[in-house]
């Protein structure tokens, strides 16, 4: 049986630098493949795809299926399709400005602003 190696912490109680609580880093959870094994939640997914991609459709196609469930499984869908849109970023400066970012197309202008975020405020 191996020993598990000593964390180290500060008079305060935290982790020393280069020291973690969890040295080995989180477990990959496996599932039950059916024959045995185990597999990743990845690995099942990708199994599966085509099913999901079939059901999926089968709700998105069937008129009786309600708003709430319908718009879920659209959204499912379109994320698998085609990717997740991209996110905007709302960013505020100490200079009490307001910037609304489409991280996708950033400007000149908006680049320098980001370089300001947490960076020491200038008298004014």
Do not use: C, W
């Amino acid at each position: 049986m191996t020993k598990a190696p000593e964390i180290k912490r500060d008079k305060k109680g935290g982790f020393l630098k280069g020291f973690s609580g969890n040295p080995s880093g989180k477990p990959k959870t496996l599932f039950d493949d059916g024959k045995g094994g185990q597999i990743s939640a990845g690995d099942l997914f990708r199994r599966n795809a085509t099913e999901v991609h079939e059901r999926l459709l089968a709700v998105i196609r069937d008129p009786a299926t309600p708003h709430a469930p319908l718009i879920s499984a659209i959204k499912e869908y379109n994320d698998r399709a085609y990717g997740r849109p991209a996110q905007a970023l709302a960013i505020s400066t100490k200079r009490d400005e307001s910037l609304d970012l489409d991280m996708t197309n950033l400007s000149d202008e908006q680049l320098a602003a980001l370089s300001l975020v947490g960076s020491p405020r200038e008298a004014d």
